[in-house]
């Protein structure tokens, strides 16, 4: 066997010659080192003896043989380039066991599939020969401190059903190629540093059902192209820079359960279509310039269980429709200009945990059905114009552990009396402003 050596930048990196490669149709194993490869790596590797192929029956094809030694080779220098001395785990990396005993890496019919790595300390650029496993499925190097652009050729892994990098350093726009991976099932790429505008042809991803791009830099409007993800379950493109509208194709996406887009710049009104979303369990889309009225078309949305809007400018009522949606646990309106009355029906909620409607412009009553909400824990319907005062009914609330009420318009003789004996009562404490200390009960 026959070795060309390479320099790039201080390392030496093996090569093989495969013109010249022969291995018997018994042999299980390929040589890539000898004495003097020890020298090169600079004894970092106590013993490299060599990469094993484990395999009941090698053939002869000179093909499939390169491609298998091509695989071995850069997971080689995956383990090189990227830090393999400082990983946590390392097991039977670069020593005489078979590939499938290396610590995060699945091979199938003698072909790397698997690569799971996340959480192990690797450092430095993902290498571009890693788009050379043709037979790729699954790479998972999240949690890292990987950094650099990914490869151009990404696009070249055709058989990628998953792509998750969460969690390093990653900088650029997203290669172009990335959108041409129609196998991929879910893509994670959230808190890196990725820059720029998703392209129209991001609905080419059909088969994706889990999408997170979370905590990066990306901005421009969101592509009309995302209705075309209809397989989509997970949408988490939060505490980014996109701005504009949310496109009414938002609710083709009809096998959506979970939906992020707050802290980022949208703007304009909630699309009506969203009442589509029938299988739609989570929605945040706080912390954004959002106007206009929550549409009464939500009330399609019939197993969501979370509704988080707070910090928008969404005006006019809350929709009576709303009160239909019996799934609901947590609702938080919180700083919008909601105007009106509570929904006399709010009492229907009876799974509702969190109620927050504070720093809204809202009237009249709490409504006496509050008293049904059995499972309410927080209470928030601070600095409103309520009036009249609290309900007896509020005593049935048996799972209330904080109640603000502050700043409102109510009978201030009625409230103090009523609320601080169903406090005491319940032990519970009535928050109020900054007038609050451990162990104190103020009230209006």
Not at 115 to 121: C, V
Not at 168 to 173: I, K, P, R, V, W
Not at 416 to 436: A, C, G, P
């Amino acid at each position: 066997m026959r070795f060309v050596q390479k320099k790039t930048g201080s390392l030496l990196v093996i090569y093989f010659l495969f013109s010249f490669l022969k291995v018997e149709a018994t042999s299980h194993t390929i040589f890539f080192t000898n004495q003097q490869s020890k020298v090169i790596y600079k004894k970092k590797i106590n013993q490299i003896d060599s990469v094993t192929i484990s395999s009941s029956n090698i053939n002869n094809d000179t093909t499939i043989l390169k491609k298998r030694v091509a695989d071995s080779n850069v997971l080689v220098l995956v383990f090189l380039e990227m830090g393999g001395e400082q990983w946590h785990r390392k097991d039977g990396w670069l020593t005489k066991a078979p590939i499938t005993q290396w610590y995060g890496i699945k091979v199938t019919n003698n072909r790397v599939v698997s690569i799971d790595l996340h959480s192990n300390h690797l450092q430095g650029q993902l290498i571009d020969d890693i788009c050379d496993l043709d037979e790729l499925t699954d790479l998972k190097l999240y949690n890292n401190y990987i950094y650099g652009q990914l490869p151009e050729q990404i696009g070249k892994i055709k058989k990628l059903s998953a792509l998750w990098l969460s969690g390093n350093a990653f900088t650029g726009q997203l290669p172009e190629s990335l959108f041409n991976l129609s196998k991929l099932t879910s893509l994670g790429l959230g808190a890196n540093r990725f820059v720029g505008e998703l392209p129209d042809n991001f609905g080419n991803l059909k088969n994706l059902k889990k999408l997170i791009i979370s905590a990066n830099s990306f901005s421009g409007n969101l592509p009309s192209s995302i209705g075309d993800l209809k397989n989509l379950e997970e949408f988490d493109i939060s505490n980014n820079q996109f701005i504009g509208v949310i496109p009414s194709s938002l609710g083709d996406m009809i096998s959506l359960k979970f939906l992020g887009l707050h802290y980022n710049f949208f703007s304009g009104n909630i699309p009506k279509s969203i009442g589509k979303l029938i299988h739609l369990q989570e929605c945040y889309m706080y912390s954004n310039q959002l106007t206009g009225p929550i549409p009464s078309e939500i009330e399609g949305c019939t197993y969501i269980q979370v509704l988080d809007l707070h910090n928008n400018f969404i005006s006019g009522a809350i929709p009576g429709s709303l009160t239909q949606l019996t799934n609901l646990v947590d609702i938080d309106f919180t700083n919008n200009q909601l105007t009106g009355v509570i929904p006399k029906n709010i009492g229907n909620l009876v799974r509702l945990r969190e109620l927050f409607l504070g720093k809204n412009l809202l009237t009249g009553p709490i409504p006496v059905s509050i008293g049904n909400l059995v499972n309410l824990r927080y209470i928030n319907l601070e600095r409103n114009f309520l009036t009249e005062a609290v309900p007896d009914d509020i005593i049935k609330c048996v799972s209330l552990e904080s109640i603000k009420i502050s700043y409102n318009n109510f009978d201030e003789e009625k409230n103090s009396k009523r609320v601080r004996i169903w406090l005491l009562l319940r032990d519970i404490q009535l928050i109020k402003s900054d007038k609050y200390r451990e162990g104190d009960i103020y009230v209006d």
